[in-house]
């Protein structure tokens, strides 16, 4: 089965810094990983950056080795093109 990981996950995930308050996220996203084949795409990962930085205050420096480090690895990040967009219509 697929899932869909959007931006709030993420956001939670490269943000909170309580442990306790981490935690309920920390294990959705595992849980996820252990289950299914899991996607995101560009767009969730520049809205990412975007809110952490924005809302947070996290620099644009550790949101980018977030990705490299909790989501590159381990996510496939699907593209956004024409291609795509012919096959939604």
């Known amino acids: 089965m697929k899932a869909f990981i959007d931006t709030p996950i993420l956001v939670y995930l490269n943000t909170l810094e309580s442990e306790k308050t981490r ?3 920390e294990d959705f996203y595992l ?3 252990l289950k299914y084949s899991v996607y995101t795409n560009v ?3 520049d809205e990412l950056i975007y ?3 924005k809302k947070y205050g996290v ?3 550790v949101s ?3 990705i490299k480090s909790f989501v590159m690895p381990y996510i496939t ?3 956004i093109g024409e291609e795509e967009y012919n ?3």
């Open 23 to 25: 935690a309920p996220y």
């Open 31 to 33: 849980d996820s990983l």
């Open 43 to 45: 767009l969730v990962l």
């Open 51 to 53: 809110v952490s930085q």
């Open 59 to 61: 620099p644009y420096e």
């Open 64 to 66: 980018i080795e977030f």
């Open 77 to 79: 990040i699907l593209s």
């Open 87 to 89: 096959n939604a219509v």
